[in-house]
């Protein structure tokens, strides 16, 4: 145990920017001189305001120990919140973060729900990049790509002064 925690202990200090990112899983396999950490069982990762939760999550980082792309696989769910501060929360088969683009995508049975606005996307591929505000959706097997806006309705009728 100490051994892991010794080998985690430079990978935590790297991925350390201005926020903690947190990793708890029941299982943990690293690879330093590869550059990859797997993490397995029920898995949760948090930074921030972000979370991401699978049953395995990959980490690969460069040579200089900063990751360069986060795999999420198995009943993936998340919540997100981007530098426009937007909000999303949803789930996939398979996410994939590259922190570097600062773009997630997700794929397989998509479930991506824009919280501020109840915009819903359901495909099989969802791209979301956090500091341009830019998403894409595909869908596969000739399924469509089904997007569900809420709208609200506004009263045309104007209120009578009260005397």
Same mark, same amino acid.
């Given at each position: 145990?100490?051994?892991?925690?010794?080998?985690?202990?430079?990978?935590?200090?790297t991925l350390l920017w201005s926020e903690e990112l947190k990793v708890i899983?029941?299982?943990f396999k690293g690879d330093q001189q590869k550059g990859i950490s797997v993490?397995?069982?029920?898995?949760?990762?948090?930074?921030?305001?972000?979370?991401?939760?699978?049953?395995?999550?990959?980490?690969?980082?460069?040579?200089?120990?900063?990751?360069?792309?986060?795999? @999420?696989?198995?009943?993936?769910?998340?919540? *997100?919140? +981007?530098?426009?501060?937007? !909000?999303?929360?949803? %789930? /996939?088969? $398979?996410?994939?973060?590259?922190?570097?683009?600062?773009?997630?995508?997700?794929?397989?049975?998509?479930?991506?729900?824009?919280?501020?606005?109840?915009?819903?996307?359901?495909?099989?591929?969802?791209?979301?990049?956090?500091?341009?505000?830019?998403?894409?959706?595909?869908? @596969?097997?000739?399924?469509?790509?089904?997007? *569900?806006? +809420?709208?609200?309705?506004? !009263?045309?009728?104007? %209120? /009578?002064? $009260?005397?």
């Amino acid at each position: 145990m100490l051994r892991k925690l010794l080998f985690l202990s430079p990978l935590f200090v790297t991925l350390l920017w201005s926020e903690e990112l947190k990793v708890i899983s029941d299982n943990f396999k690293g690879d330093q001189q590869k550059g990859i950490s797997v993490f397995t069982g029920k898995v949760k990762i948090t930074k921030g305001l972000d979370e991401l939760n699978a049953s395995k999550v990959t980490i690969y980082t460069d040579s200089e120990k900063k990751p360069i792309k986060y795999l @999420a696989e198995g009943d993936v769910s998340f919540y *997100i919140v +981007t530098e426009m501060n937007e !909000k999303y929360r949803g %789930k /996939s088969q $398979t996410a994939i973060y590259l922190p570097n683009a600062n773009e997630y995508q997700f794929f397989q049975k998509v479930d991506l729900l824009r919280l501020d606005d109840y915009r819903r996307v359901k495909g099989d591929k969802v791209i979301v990049n956090t500091v341009a505000g830019n998403a894409s959706a595909e869908s @596969a097997n000739q399924e469509p790509v089904v997007m *569900i806006f +809420t709208l609200q309705d506004k !009263k045309t009728k104007e %209120k /009578s002064p $009260t005397k």
